[in-house]
């Protein structure tokens, strides 16, 4: 008789040391299934708001409200409305637009480098005057000059921060007697002129022209 009562008593802990084995199995796979659950990366914050220009396409973009930013990328376009004069002078709107592109892109690129939010730089120009010597001779001076407006956008949004700023620029110093012989080829005129405005916008952006 207590043999029997051992035996069966032998088998319920057998019983319950399966049970509680399994148990624990199984709260093991769990917590390894938890554990290796792959993680979701999480989004990169946004720039602080609080460091951009107010986009208030009213407002005229100050120096003040520029020095976060830097210029990254220069787009340089004709207007619809382009007007220049001397159009036989042998340049072509195309060699206008190819000859600013390339000084300028140059000129801004990077502009403002310790600023911390990247924009790009839309700069259209809507005119070109090329200096006449025969008015130069009448005159006593005649510049060369380009109009554009220039304005700036945010890389990562599209959006256009403020309201464009008005630079273009020009020949300068030539208002003497001898300003017809200064003046040089329509190819020279055109580079001094894409020489001159990067100089001009980074003036009127961020206040200075480094």
């Known amino acids: 008789m207590i043999n029997d009562v051992a035996r069966s008593n032998s088998k319920m802990n057998r019983r319950a040391l399966i049970g509680v084995s399994l148990a624990s199995l199984l709260i093991g796979c769990q917590t390894t299934t938890e554990t290796t659950a792959p993680t979701v990366a999480k989004p990169k914050p946004a720039l602080a708001a609080g460091k951009r220009p107010v986009a208030d396409l009213t407002k005229a973009l100050l120096p003040k409200d520029t020095q976060e930013l830097r210029i990254v990328k220069v787009d340089v376009v004709l207007s619809e409305s ?5 159009k036989q002078n042998g340049v072509s709107n195309q060699r206008i637009q190819q000859v600013l592109s390339q000084y300028l892109t140059s000129g801004l690129q990077n ?6 939010i990247p924009v790009r730089a839309e700069v259209v120009v ?41 630079a273009g620029g020009g020949t300068k110093g030539r208002a003497t007697i001898f300003a ?12 001094i002129v894409a020489q001159n405005m990067p100089g001009t916008i980074k003036q009127r952006l961020f206040g200075r022209k480094n």
């Open 82 to 86: 382009f007007k220049r004069n001397a």
């Open 111 to 116: 502009a403002n480098a310790r600023g911390s």
């Open 126 to 166: 809507n005119g070109f005057t090329f200096a006449d010597p025969a008015l130069a001779i009448l005159l006593g001076s005649n510049d060369s000059v380009a109009s554009a407006r220039t304005t700036l956008f945010y890389m990562d949004t599209g959006q256009q921060v403020g309201r464009g700023v008005d």
């Open 180 to 191: 017809a012989a200064a003046i040089k080829s329509p190819e020279g005129e055109l580079k």
